[in-house]
């Protein structure tokens, strides 16, 4: 510019055009209901909240192109915070976020056969062996405990759960058992701890420590015995058989020499005579005379008691003495043995 001149300055101004695109965030996992926030770059205005996700992770506005700032928060995840430039151009810009897991899993498998087996965290029970837990906070101290019934000892540690990891553990227990068998004579019943286990004789794990057992029949004094059992140290145990409560007998007969069965069984004696050592209970008692002349009287023995059964045979007619019963008793060479009625008709034997 020169002095002592006038100048004309002439201005003119153009219509700034504002550009507009598609911000979209597509956020995984979709399915955690993750809720954005967006602002522009340096503003001193608070986000803007633009809500949660779609099913698909998906969220989206149309703006100005420029920067942006966003914070993305989701229950369980760290925030993910970012910046995005939105710059001119045609379609969406799309930003993928990944969201960060701020939990871990524990799951306890089953190795060493202990299925179905308690499972504590912080003595809190929260399931059986196989278990596979939700979300856990990473931490490094949780007091892990299994319990597997009174047959294992129970199994303590401290774990640590790691930020998106799996801890996986498979804990052996140590055993507090024995294999045990316990046998009586006579089928008797056998009873562990108030337990009924089966009769004649048993076999299975027992924890370690003193058990009480008992064997029973009916009408018998049960037999008692306490065992010790020690871990991983299997035992037989025979126990003594029950004794059986008793009375006596005294059969008389008119004629004498009448047979004496009792329960069926041929006792090789005959009227009169006293029978010692018969169990107590009800007994059918029968007498035989001739093999053809038969009474049946049923008796009750009470212990250190004796019962008494007198029959008066001269009355009963040889085809009286059987017409009441379906069985008949023979002796034949000396040998008594007792026969079925068969009732009259046909059958096929063998293969045709």
């Known amino acids: 510019l020169q002095a002592g001149k006038t100048y004309r300055m002439k201005r003119s101004t153009q219509e700034r055009v504002i550009q507009r695109r598609i911000l979209q965030f597509k956020v995984t996992p979709a399915n955690e209901k993750a809720i954005v926030k967006v602002k522009a770059e340096g503003s001193n205005e608070d986000y803007q909240l633009w809500g949660a996700v779609d099913a698909n992770g998906s969220i989206d506005r149309l703006l100005e192109t420029g920067a942006y700032v966003y914070e993305i928060v989701a229950d369980g995840y760290e925030p993910s915070l970012g910046k995005v430039m939105l710059a001119n151009g045609s379609g969406n810009h799309v930003e993928n976020v990944a969201l960060t897991p701020n939990f871990g899993f524990l799951e306890i498998t089953d190795a060493s056969g202990i299925a179905g087996a308690e499972v504590y965290i912080n003595n809190r029970k929260v399931g059986i062996i196989p278990y596979k837990s939700g979300r856990m906070e990473p931490r490094n101290d949780y007091q892990l405990m299994i319990s597997h019934g009174?047959?294992?000892?129970?199994?303590?540690?401290?774990?640590?759960?790691?930020?998106?990891?799996?801890?996986?553990?498979?804990?052996?227990?140590?055993?507090?058992?024995?294999?045990?068998?316990?046998?009586?004579?006579?089928?008797?019943?056998?009873?562990?701890?108030?337990?009924?286990?089966?009769?004649?004789?048993?076999?299975?794990?027992?924890?370690?420590?003193?058990?009480?057992?008992?064997?029973?029949l009916p009408n018998h004094i049960s037999s008692k015995k306490q065992i010790v059992v020690k871990v991983d140290v299997p035992e037989t145990h025979i126990l003594d058989k029950p004794t059986p409560i008793e009375g006596s007998l005294y059969v008389k007969s008119n004629p004498s020499g009448a047979k004496i069965f009792i329960d069926g069984r041929n006792l090789g004696i005959v009227t009169p005579n006293k029978i010692d050592n018969v169990l107590i209970g009800s007994h059918k008692v029968t007498i035989l005379f001739d093999d053809n002349k038969r009474h049946d009287v049923d008796i009750q023995i009470n212990k250190d008691e004796i019962a008494t059964v007198d029959v008066n045979l001269s009355d009963i007619k040889p085809t009286d003495a059987l017409s009441d019963s379906t069985d008949r008793i023979f002796t034949v060479g000396g040998v008594t043995f007792k026969m079925k009625l068969v009732e009259a008709g046909t059958f096929q034997m063998g293969s045709m």
Not at 196 to 208: R, T
């Open 150 to 216: 009174e047959l294992y000892k129970t199994y303590n540690s401290t774990i640590e759960i790691r930020r998106g990891e799996t801890t996986t553990i498979s804990p052996r227990l140590q055993s507090n058992f024995a294999e045990t068998t316990i046998k009586v004579e006579d089928e008797a019943e056998i009873v562990i701890n108030g337990i009924s286990k089966g009769n004649g004789s048993w076999k299975g794990p027992l924890c370690a420590g003193v058990h009480d057992v008992e064997c029973r």
